[in-house]
């Protein structure tokens, strides 16, 4: 089952994955208000600023000419080497740790950063005159940048390691000019960037829940 109509599914059953997470006494920690607080506001700016996450892959397609700038055209199910992905089967979602969770959020903002800059730089070489484009990536690199920080802020408070250890080097560079596999390369980020800040939202609404009932 691909990311997509999974995540259909998480949406549909959230109030039952925040039951079952509630349920696990054994996993609610003993946090301050202030930390849980922030749970909500994290879930809140991934809610934000979804729009302009969702808008980014049609954005980006739209610039690469055809077939990929076809209104009916669908990006191939590609593996991009160390891209992390957002695809996650219900058990996996509803039964992670808090420190999975959160760490598996901060990987992956701290790897699609470097992903996002990559693109934004062939881009500039590919489609040099849209400056529109450019600016895309780099409000995605900055609302990245800011989910780095306010996850990082969590798990200090939740004495967890903000460690993150990323392959060197993580874009592996194509031979040659390659220019069409690297159109492919950076639609698939923008596809996982989506997917990831619509993830994000449902992992802090989770959270916000799980631990409302010590505030």
């Known amino acids: 089952m691909r990311s997509t109509s999974l995540l ?6 959230l109030s039952t994955a925040t039951s079952l ?3 696990e006494i054994n996993d609610v920690a003993d946090l ?3 930390t849980i607080v922030l749970f909500s506001e994290v879930q809140k700016f991934a809610e934000d600023i979804q729009s302009s996450a969702d808008s980014l892959l049609p954005t980006y397609l739209s610039f690469q000419g055809a077939p990929l700038s076809d209104p009916d055209y669908q990006l191939p199910h590609i593996k991009v080497v160390n891209l992390p992905t957002a695809a996650v089967d219900y058990d996996t979602f509803i039964r992670q740790t808090d420190e999975t969770r959160l760490n598996n959020n901060l990987y992956f903002y701290s790897a699609i950063v470097e992903f996002l800059k990559e693109a ?4 500039e070489d590919l489609n040099p005159a849209e400056l529109g484009l450019k600016a895309k990536f780099e409000e995605a ?5 800011t989910l780095i920080s306010k996850i990082s802020d969590i798990m200090t408070q939740m004495g967890m390691s903000v460690t993150i250890t990323l392959p060197k080097p993580l874009v ?5 000019s390659a220019y069409f596999r690297k159109k492919l390369r950076g639609g698939v980020v923008c596809k996982e960037y989506k997917e990831r800040v619509f993830l994000t939202k449902r992992d802090f609404e989770l959270l916000a829940n799980k631990y409302q009932g010590p505030l």
């Open 21 to 23: 997470a509630m349920a």
């Open 141 to 145: 690199m900055a609302n990245s940048n």
């Open 32 to 34: 301050s208000s202030d």
């Open 120 to 123: 934004m730089t062939e881009q």
């Open 172 to 176: 592996v560079p194509f031979k040659g």
């Open 8 to 13: 259909t599914f998480l949406v549909v059953s």
